[in-house]
């Protein structure tokens, strides 16, 4: 909905973001996952102009648009969201948060929680950190964190190897060899032309930004979170696919025990991908009524 726009936040720096929905409709910030960027909101686009929902979507800082910055924090991201939505003369909103953007909506409602209204979480990412056991995370994130405690360069290399091909297009006759290694129900959403590049021109999106951008915004989820699940205290409606294998729904059960104002729905028969894909609607709705 009329593409990248700019925030500049006064240091020299400055925020990207894009819009979709409904311009008029209840703002909602949309945090994406990761690796990701603010063009996996067209997940939402549909949707959000059927429940007159304005969809505001930032890359974070080094991803696509936005500019890098380096050893960020996440205790930094709740400035950026107030200058974005104070520039666009929002005084409350609700947030949406997919995957790993679970953590940027978390600590923006503690840090505003008289201007965020509720927040909805789908298929989010835990505070690793606070985690005993890592057996509910997907296993290439398990590899990455045993690297970053072992090999912290060697993890860094890979990052670096990996990045042209990430970077890439994926050429349609490849896609069901990447769907292959997928639950059955996230290959089955992921069939569909505009949901797979929904998911995946957006990651792409954040590897051509910058290696470093991608690899700062992984650091973020592996550190503590600097803050407690119990502080948060506006509604949260949290979404878990009992299939998830990114993130086992026993981690999302233990995540919802910690929030005290929170509504849990574990989604049977849905992955991490076809629950927000399948589900958007269902989401936004309860968000807005929240």
Same mark, same amino acid.
């Given at each position: 909905m009329g593409g990248e726009r700019l925030i500049e936040l006064g240091n020299g720096s400055q925020i990207a973001f894009e819009e979709y929905g409904d311009p008029t409709g209840t703002p909602v910030v949309f945090c994406h996952g990761w690796p990701s960027s603010r063009t996996m909101a067209q997940l939402t686009d549909d949707a959000a102009r059927q429940l007159c929902i304005r969809i505001i979507s930032p890359d974070r800082p080094g991803i696509s648009g936005s500019s890098f910055k380096r050893n960020r924090k996440l205790l930094e991201w709740p400035p950026i969201v107030e200058r974005l939505v104070d520039d666009l003369s929002v005084t409350k909103f609700r947030m949406l948060a997919i995957?790993?953007? $679970?953590?940027?909506?978390?600590?923006?409602?503690? %840090?505003?929680?008289?201007?965020?209204?509720?927040? $909805?979480?789908?298929?989010?990412?835990?505070?690793? %950190?606070?985690?005993?056991?890592?057996?509910?995370?997907?296993?290439?994130?398990?590899?990455m964190l045993k690297f970053r405690r072992t090999s912290p360069q060697l993890l860094r290399i890979l990052f670096h190897i990996a990045q042209p091909v990430a970077a890439r297009r994926i050429p349609i006759q490849l896609r069901p060899l990447i769907l292959k290694f997928l639950h059955p129900y996230d290959a089955a959403v992921l069939h569909d032309n505009a949901a797979f590049e929904a998911c995946f021109e957006s990651a792409r999106r954040a590897w051509r930004g910058s290696v470093e951008g991608v690899m700062i915004d992984a650091q973020v989820y592996a550190e503590p979170w600097g803050f407690k699940l119990e502080d948060v205290d506006v509604p949260v409606r949290l979404w878990h696919g009992l299939q998830d294998r990114a993130f086992s729904f026993r981690v999302a059960e233990e995540v919802a025990k910690r929030l005290p104002n929170c509504k849990a729905r574990y989604i049977d028969k849905v992955g991490h991908y076809s629950l927000p894909i399948r589900y958007m609607r269902e989401v936004l709705t309860d968000l807005i009524a929240g």
């Open positions: 995957s790993g953007g $679970a953590p940027y909506a978390y600590i923006t409602a503690r %840090a505003m929680p008289k201007r965020v209204r509720a927040i $909805a979480i789908v298929s989010g990412a835990p505070p690793i %950190a606070d985690l005993a056991d890592h057996s509910g995370l997907l296993r290439l994130y398990r590899w």
